[in-house]
Each structure stands twice: as C-alpha cells, then as structure tokens.
C-alpha cells in the first residue's frame, strides 16, 4: 500500500453534510473544525464565477444566486454518466467526480490550516453503493489531489467508532461472546442497515441493505410539498417554480424537521412573489406524511436481520447513525422492533468520519514505516484489528437461458458473500481460431439483467494463434476488500495468460482524471 507524504485522514462524504476527522496521538478521533467554526461542512456548491466556487454558502446566499449555478446532493449523481448528468461552468462539461472533489478540497484546505499537509485518505461510502459509484469516490478523491487509501463502508466506520468510544477494543477475549451489533444509518440522502459481529479486535459484517436514494432529504421534500400545497391554497402561487424561493423554503423545512425532533410543532415560513404564510407543522402530520418512508428502513432492517442469520433477541446493541436518524418516529419505531435502545455515547454526524479515521490509522499502523507521533502501544492495537466485510450487491454476467435462449443473469458471487472473494469460470471459444471473448459483467441478483446494473463490458483478448472451437478459458472475478472488482482470464490449452480489459460504463479513464485534476487545482475555493 503506497501513501503520500503528508497526513493520513478519514472523510465522510455526505449528500447533505461532509466532515474530516483524524486520530491524535493520544488515539482519539477527533471531527476537524472548518473555517466557519463547524464540524460538518454542507455538501452544498455555489459555482461562483470562472475559477472560483463557494463550498458550503448558507442557504440565504445560495437563493441570491442564479439557481443553475447551486449544485447540491451530488452524491446522488456519482457513477453516472455524462449523458445522464449534464452540468456546464466555465464553458467546460463538469462530472460529479469534479463537483465531488470541489468538496473534499474545501475539507482539506480547511484541515491543512490545522494538521499541516494532508496526503492520504480513507473516504467512507454508503455499504449499497455499487462499483460505479466507489470508483467515481476514489477519482474525486484523487481530482481533489488525495491519495485515497481505501474506501470503507459507512455502517463498517461507525462500528469501529462504536466499539472505539466503548473501550471495547482490546477487552474482549478468544472466549469472549461475540456481540452482535445493528448499525442504522440514515444520512441525509442514502440509507444503510448493517449486523456486525465483533469478537475480540475482529468486526465481522454478517449482512448488509440499504438504499442510495432514500435519506433525510426526501423527508424534506414531504414537508416542503405540504408547504407548496398550503401556500398554494392562500396565494394561488406555487413557490416551487421561483428557485430562489424554493432554496430558502427548503432550508426552512430542513429547520422544521430538525425542531419536530425536539418539539410537537413548528413553523416553516414561506416567503415568494411578495406573499409570504406561516405553515404550521406538528410531528404527528410530519410522522403521517412520512410513514411508507419509515415503514421502507424497517423492511430493509427485518431483512437484514433474517439475511444475518440472527433473531431480534440475539442482538446486543443498537448504533444509530446520520442526522435523520434523530427523528423521534424512526427511533420509536426500530427500538419497538428490537427492543434495544441506541447506544448513546457516539455523535450521529460525526461517528462516520470518526470511523474512517481509525481506518486510516489502522492502515497506517499496519502499512506505513514512518509513524510520527504514533505510540507503540497505540500501534499494536491499530495493528491488531481486523475487519471482513461482505458485498452489497451479487456479480453475475449475462448469459443465454438454454430453454428458451433469452438473456438472463447468471449469478456467480451472491450479495453477502465474506470478502474478498472470486469465482472462477470456464467459458469455450465458439469457433476456430478465435481471438476474444466478450463477457458483460454485472451488479445485482435480479434474472433479468435489464433489472441489473451493467458495469462494463469486460473483454478478454490476445488469446494464442489457432485455437480450436471449443477451447477453455477460464475467468476469474474478485471482488477486493473494499467492494471493488477485478477480472483475471487463463487461456488453458496453452496455460497463456490473456488480457482483461473492463470498460466500465460511466467511469471516468486515467487521462479525464488528470485532466480534471490538473483543472481543480486551478480553482479557487472559499
């Protein structure tokens, strides 16, 4: 494992918030302050003028701007091609790599001031993100001029932060029970659910869900739909069609959210067109407008469990995590489900990037010869953690059902296999003297590969001279660690190796990487 010069942090990458942490030498993980006195930096963009960008404006400014110059929840968006996200400045095409990268280069730059040169990097991803989307966190990380270390799963993170801020560490012997944790995550656009098994310095993922498209911010969206209706029915104005009054409103739905956590009521103020109302809300209307997104995290979790191959009853503890899961509703309805109460003594905004940062110095501990202020003992313990996590999503490829000769999805690493993990198959030339084989590889365990992600095209070629129909090569795909994927062929007639080349659809090559990053280093963040 290589590193740069410079230090080793962790980052949670947020679709509403982003935050950096480190571990200091005392071994503790510690959020960074930014400029503006805050431990989460909102994922918001402001694209200010040529070669200058606001990361992180507050929303009042954000509404003063023309409204295609906000960009906001791009995490939604990575892995996407060009043709299915379209963003211009500057004259020049911009990928959510880039918009991605503008974020974790405001998180460095602000932690430079305080930490000195940052190198390195471990960037958490939701456990459901798939190929696509890790490797566009891995190009944004290295457009933001990051070595990224590692990728690691967001649940996995606030385990290590659970287990960390509850001496757990280090405790626990060979004969100690295993004790069998729910990681709830509920961020502000993506949803994960996660059992962990942890055994003296050993987390074991047993199984994992989730949802890259459901999040707090759809709970916004309910409340500021409930807001666009009610202001409607008094002005005869839909505030929604006016950008910069639909930024402010949506700031203020996000406030009202956040106080219905606390309080029966709240007030979401709207204000547009020279009109403005003040919509009453009560927790009870909010819980109502709400509930199938609810009712979806509790199905994702009952699986999840059943998927663990545990009961409700075998759980130990329950670890909350993201803002969105503070709203009372949801926490209501999950400590009804399993009878466990959360554990309390982690931040829900901050335990993530937490998590990421004892990653690193574990990596570090484990990978890197020069350790500055790193103490021995602080050492053997980063060292002696190991961490097996299991994939999100099944890979399969496309093959030919032979009773009716349609396409279908063959199956080979099922979703929740212990990583890392390969399969190894052995296809046949179909004619004489054949010179490639052409395989399409594929994310998910639907039949129908139209239901499945298509990663890329993977294409074996340079097979030796004059082979005969039906001669044997065998490939083998791997899923790594971290959830990322590799293909290897062996023509074996002759035992040659062939070459594999996977054209990753949407996936951004070397020489877009560094063009892009040779463009982010030109702009001026603030």
Known sequence: ???????????????????????????????????????????????????????????????????????ERIKRHMGETEDQYKKTFDGREIT????????????????????????????????????????????????????????????????????????????????????HVLVYDLGGGTFDVTVVSCAQNHFRVLATDGDVMLGGVDWNDRLLKFAAEQFQQEHGIDFRKEASALQMIRYECDQAKITLSQAEEAIISCRCAGKSSSVRVTREQLDDLTADLTQRTMDTTEGVIEQAGIS????????MVGGSSLMPAVRKRLAAAIGISPFENISPFTAVAQGAAIHASILEAKHRKEQDGMA???????????????????????????????????????????????????????????????????????????????????????????????????????????????????????????????????????????????????????
Request: charged fraction near 25%.
């Open 1 to 71: 494992m290589k590193f740069q010069e410079g230090r080793t942090v962790g980052i949670d990458l947020g679709t509403t918030f982003s935050t950096l942490a480190y571990l200091n030498e005392e071994g503790v993980p510690v959020p960074i302050v930014n400029d503006d006195g805050e431990q989460e930096l909102p994922s918001l963009i402001l694209l200010a003028n040529s070669g200058h960008v606001v990361v992180g404006p507050n929303r009042m400014r954000a509404a003063m701007e023309d409204p295609d110059n906000v960009v």
């Open 96 to 179: 959510p790599e880039f918009l991605s990268a503008l974020i974790l280069k405001k998180l460095k730059q602000d932690a430079e001031k305080q930490l000195g040169k940052i190198g390195n990097a471990v960037i958490t991803v939701p456990y459901y993100f798939d190929d696509l989307r890790r490797k566009a966190t891995q190009d944004a990380g290295r457009i933001a001029g990051l070595r990224v270390i590692d990728i690691i799963n967001e649940p996995t993170a606030a385990t290590l932060t659970y287990a960390w801020k509850d001496n757990a560490l280090g405790k626990m012997s060979e004969k100690t029970k295993s004790r």
């Open 312 to 319: 409700t009853e075998q759980l130990d503890c329950l670890v």
């Open 376 to 526: 021995e003992s602080l050492r053997k313990l980063l060292s002696s953690i190991k961490q097996t996590n299991v994939n999100s999503h099944g890979l399969g490829i496309v093959t030919r059902n032979p009773k009716n000769d349609k396409p279908c999805n063959y199956v080979m690493i099922p979703r929740n296999t212990k990583l890392p993990a390969e399969k190894r198959q052995k296809f046949v030339t179909n004619k004489d003297g054949q010179k490639r084989v052409h395989v399409k590889v594929l994310q998910g365990e639907a039949p129908d590969p139209s239901a499945c992600v298509q990663i890329g095209d993977c294409r074996i070629t340079g097979l030796p001279e004059n082979l005969p129909k039906g001669s044997p090569v065998e490939v083998v795909y791997r899923f790594d660690e971290s959830g990322r994927i590799s293909v290897e062929a062996e023509e074996q007639t002759g035992c040659v190796s062939a070459k594999i080349e996977i054209e990753r659809h949407g996936a951004l090559d070397d020489a877009k990487i560094d063009v892009l990053a040779d463009l982010a280093s030109t702009y001026r963040v603030e």
